[in-house]
């Protein structure tokens, strides 16, 4: 069964820094990938996917995340962090049902942000 | 316009209760899902629908029942709430085999 392990439950970065937060994977094939943020109330948007192919994977609002299948890892980084980027971030791996046509993503317990200005 | 719409957005209610979650999506997708959201943020996948039939049922209690009027529909009804429903309710819709999934805002949801 695959699992995802998010090492940081919370991280607080100034206004302006660099930021990555860690994502390790456990899936015994090619692993479909993701980022997902989560602002306060709201729902779960996707930042970014890896499915094939090049393993640095640019997303939105500046995100972007390296396949590493060495180290079973999908860290998220940005390189200049902005007061609007608060939020929780959750990574997931992603499996195909059975029956082929429902995907099924076990998420990580997430990694809460924190900027200070 | 609204991907994927939930209704409503905060539901409390007394153990014992039952009540209904609705879902709908406007994507044109074909399957959708319920994640539940632990107060520790965990999310875990409780049910998925593809064209109206069950595709994914993860050992959730009986009393969790899921229906799908239709491919945009996805309802949750509970019966006999407890208090470890407390927990919030996420919707999502994907197209069959394509991985990423739209996440409604979440229903909120709190046993007294």
């Known amino acids: 069964a695959q699992s995802v392990t998010q090492p940081d439950i919370h991280i607080t970065v100034s206004e302006g820094a660099s930021l990555e937060l860690r994502c390790n994977y456990s899936?015994?094939?090619?692993?479909?990938l993701f980022w997902y943020v989560q602002s306060p109330g709201q729902g779960l948007q996707l930042l970014l996917k890896y499915f094939s192919g090049d393993t640095l994977v640019q997303g939105i609002k500046g995100f972007e995340a390296e396949f590493k299948r060495s180290q079973s890892s999908f860290n998220l980084r940005k390189p200049s962090v902005h007061w609007s980027d608060a939020a929780e971030y959750f990574c997931?791996?992603?499996?195909?049902?059975?029956?082929?046509?429902?995907?099924?993503?076990?998420f990580g317990t997430g990694t809460r942000l924190q900027v200070t200005l | 316009d609204t991907a994927v719409s939930q209704t409503p957005k905060y539901l409390v209610t007394q153990m014992g209760n039952d009540k209904s979650i609705k879902c709908e999506q406007n994507?044109?997708?074909?399957?959708m899902y319920w994640y539940k959201q632990d107060s520790k943020k965990f999310l875990k996948i409780m049910f998925s629908?593809?064209?109206?039939?069950?595709?994914i049922n993860e050992t959730v209690p009986n009393r969790f029942s899921p229906k799908s009027p239709d491919k945009a529909h996805l309802n949750l009804h509970i019966n006999s709430l407890e208090l470890g429903d407390s927990a919030v309710y996420f919707c999502?819709?994907?197209?069959?085999?394509?991985?990423?999934?739209?996440f409604g805002s979440g229903t909120q949801l709190s046993v007294l």
């Open positions: 999502a819709s994907s197209r069959g085999q394509a991985y990423h999934l739209f």
């Open positions: 994507l044109g997708h074909d399957t």
């Open positions: 629908y593809n064209n109206k039939e069950l595709i």
């Open positions: 899936y015994g094939a090619t692993p479909y």
């Open positions: 997931a791996v992603g499996a195909l049902s059975p029956t082929g046509t429902a995907s099924k993503l076990t």
